[in-house]
């Protein structure tokens, strides 16, 4: 099962129903618990952790973990922001059990002394104003610290629902976060993302229930990651048909049709939108190549719209796809086309196959013809917006790719980085998701698969990469998955190193490919 993401409201009722069930301050000492646990793992023995707590539950957090660190034999000194003593009676329990243990108390965290460790245990999730006052003066001392930076729930000023700066006002930069009992969407999207750093997740022992939105997990797709039949063919794995390519703009459909190849599909045609298209790819010779039209009912999907340009031709094989009774995988182009003409847009809803959109938050905007600020100001309502409007299963490129269906179950991808800010990144997604569609997955497993993998292939990569590099690492990262290798035990999985498989399971895996009847 995908990681829960609760909204605020889901989040508040569990905590409300919780506190029924629960003896008095429960979910507070866990937190703090699980907190002191979490903190104490990245430190030396005696460190020195300042803590800045807020008058709120959060802050509650912080002197709950400061007491069990100081029990532990750290020095620890919490910060009451401001001077504001807690609020919440959760809080105020735990206040005054820090004071009665002899914890130290003060008030401006420009007289703490030099820490090892700075958390951040202000504002939390509840953040409906800018931060203002004493605590830009926290955010600001929190920042500049040359220390390790570990956020407990949320960084302070970061909106839990969209990961946007609460009023567009910069607050605290972590290193690590802690989120607790339920994933925060606000963490893997937009600033979040870069202020989060590594996000860690503690349940706090509570059964959460399940939501309309979660994080992709290779569970979400694990019908992908089984291993192939051995009594197959080409066909068994379907013919992709990619349409693209005008003058200028040949590399973008013939990136996704490598990419389709790389991960599995059978056969790859790419019909291009130039007169003269070359009479084979040098560096991928088993992609069929021309400009004529292809026969769309030999297709198992239709990956289109990269690099297909504007032209009268590209507007009919639009059309042409739209009509088919075949799956189609709609990027770049294809999507400005859509949003200008309004009759390709109505009958995308009354296509039976199925549809998938993969807009950058440009194209997003134009096919719900707002601004692009609007779209990155709430990433999952544009997306299900645009999927409730066209009926398409729609993937909102960017940092935290969202991916919407019609029912409006959402799913944000927590796998990868900046690298994948680079010419051809979405013709190659584009040509993956194509890739998983031809071998008759299932429309949720492909498009989540493809977008998981997209991401994963630059984990451990942070200097830039080209985009058929991304195609590359992501049919290792799946080859590692599909025979059981781990990609945590290795500093970069998808280079070219070898990978170790367990003695059980992937072992026997193993074993059948040499032939061997031992496990």
Not at 44 to 68: K, M, Q, R
Not at 432 to 443: T, V
Request: some cysteine; glycine content about 10%; aromatic content about 4%.
């Amino acid at each position: 099962m995908s990681t829960t993401l609760l909204n605020l409201e889901e989040l508040a009722e569990l905590e409300e129903r919780q506190s029924h069930i629960l003896p008095e301050g429960t979910l507070m000492d866990r937190a703090g618990f699980v907190c002191a646990n979490w903190i104490d793992d990245q430190c030396d023995a005696a460190s020195t952790i300042v803590i800045l707590c807020g008058p709120g539950n959060n802050g509650g957090d912080g002197y709950t973990a400061a007491l069990h660190l100081k029990g532990r034999g750290h020095h620890v000194i919490c910060v009451a922001v401001g001077g504001k003593t807690p609020k919440t009676t959760d809080a105020k329990r735990a206040y005054d059990n820090w004071l009665a243990k002899g914890g130290e108390v003060i008030e401006d965290p420009y007289m703490a002394p030099k820490a090892d460790v700075v958390v951040d245990a202000m504002l939390g999730v509840g953040i409906t104003k800018p931060v203002s006052g004493d605590f830009i003066d926290a955010v600001l001392w929190f920042n500049e610290r040359q220390a390790l930076h570990m956020a407990i729930d949320i960084p302070t000023g970061i909106d839990a629902e969209k990961g946007t700066w609460v009023g567009g006002i910069k607050g605290c930069m972590a290193d690590m976060t802690l989120n607790l009992i339920s994933a925060k969407a606000g963490c893997f999207m937009n600033d979040g993302k870069d202020a989060s750093g590594m996000v860690t997740l503690s349940e706090l022992d509570v059964s959460v229930p399940l939501s309309s939105m979660g994080l992709i997990d290779t569970d979400d797709f694990k019908h992908v990651l089984e291993l192939r039949k051995y009594n197959s063919h080409k066909g068994s794995y379907g013919h992709c048909v990619v349409i693209g390519g005008s003058k200028g703009k040949t590399g973008a459909a013939i990136l996704a049709a490598r990419s389709a190849l790389k991960l599995g599909a059978g056969s790859v045609t790419v019909e291009l939108m130039l007169e003269n298209a070359p009479a084979y790819d040098p560096l991928q010779p088993e992609l069929m190549i021309t400009n004529d039209e292809v026969d769309l009912s030999t297709a198992d999907v239709i990956v289109i719209g990269c690099g297909m340009g504007f032209s009268e031709r590209a507007k009919k094989r639009l059309s042409d796809a739209i009509d088919t009774n075949v799956p189609i995988i709609i990027d770049a182009d294809a999507l400005t086309l859509i949003s200008e003409d309004q009759s390709l847009e109505d009958r995308l809803l009354e296509r039976r196959a199925h549809t998938v959109m993969t807009p950058h938050p440009g194209e997003a905007a134009r096919l719900l013809h707002r601004e692009i600020k609007e779209i990155q100001a709430d990433r999952v309502t544009s997306a299900r917006e645009l999927s409730l409007q066209t009926g398409a299963i729609v993937v909102l490129k960017g940092t935290g790719t969202v991916v919407s269906l019609r029912s409006s179950r959402t799913w944000i991808n927590p796998t990868g980085n900046a690298c994948l800010a680079t010419a051809g990144s979405g013709d190659v997604l584009a040509g993956m998701i194509g890739a998983l569609f031809a071998q008759k997955f299932d429309m949720v497993s492909a498009t989540l698969g493809a977008v998981w993998l997209h991401g994963e292939s630059v984990r451990a990569r942070n200097t830039g990469i080209v985009a058929m590099d991304i195609a590359d690492r992501a049919a290792r990262a799946l080859e590692i998955l599909r025979w059981g290798g781990n990609p945590d035990d290795l500093i970069d999985p998808y280079d070219e190193s070898e990978f170790v498989l367990d003695e059980d399971g992937p072992g026997e895996a193993l074993a059948r490919t040499m032939g061997s009847e031992e496990a």
